[in-house]
C-alpha cells in the first residue's frame, strides 16, 4: 500500500516458491532466495520433526551471519546480488522425509 515501509533488502525462504513470481516491493529492495526446506513439511517422530526446525534456523541463522559480515558499502549491486545468491546456495539441504 502506499504507507508500506521502503525496504533494502528482502530474502524469500520458501523452498516452494524459489520459481514464483515475486511482489513487487516499494522501493525496488534487492531481491535473493535463500530458501530452506519446510521443516512443518518434515515426516517422522516428534524428535525428528523438531530437527527440522532446528536445521532450518540453523541455516538461516548462518547466513544472516554471512550476509551482517559483507562490507556493503564497499559493494556495487552486481557483487551484492552475487554474495547473496552465493549465500543462498550456502548450507542447503533436504529435510529427511522418514
Do not use: Y
Not at 22 to 41: E, H, I, K, S, Y
Amino acid at each position: 500500500g502506499p504507507n508500506a515501509p521502503v525496504m533494502d533488502f528482502v530474502f524469500t525462504v520458501c523452498d516452494e516458491a524459489a520459481g514464483e513470481t515475486c511482489p513487487v516491493w516499494p522501493g525496488m529492495p534487492v531481491l535473493a532466495n535463500w530458501a530452506v526446506p519446510d521443516p512443518v513439511q518434515s515426516e517422522g517422530s516428534e524428535v525428528e520433526r523438531m530437527l527440522a526446525f532446528r536445521d532450518a534456523f540453523s541455516i538461516l541463522e548462518r547466513r544472516v551471519k554471512l550476509f551482517l559480515s559483507l562490507p556493503l558499502h564497499k559493494l556495487d549491486l552486481s557483487a551484492l546480488r552475487d554474495e547473496l545468491n552465493s549465500i543462498g546456495a550456502a548450507g542447503r539441504v533436504a529435510v529427511k522425509a522418514v
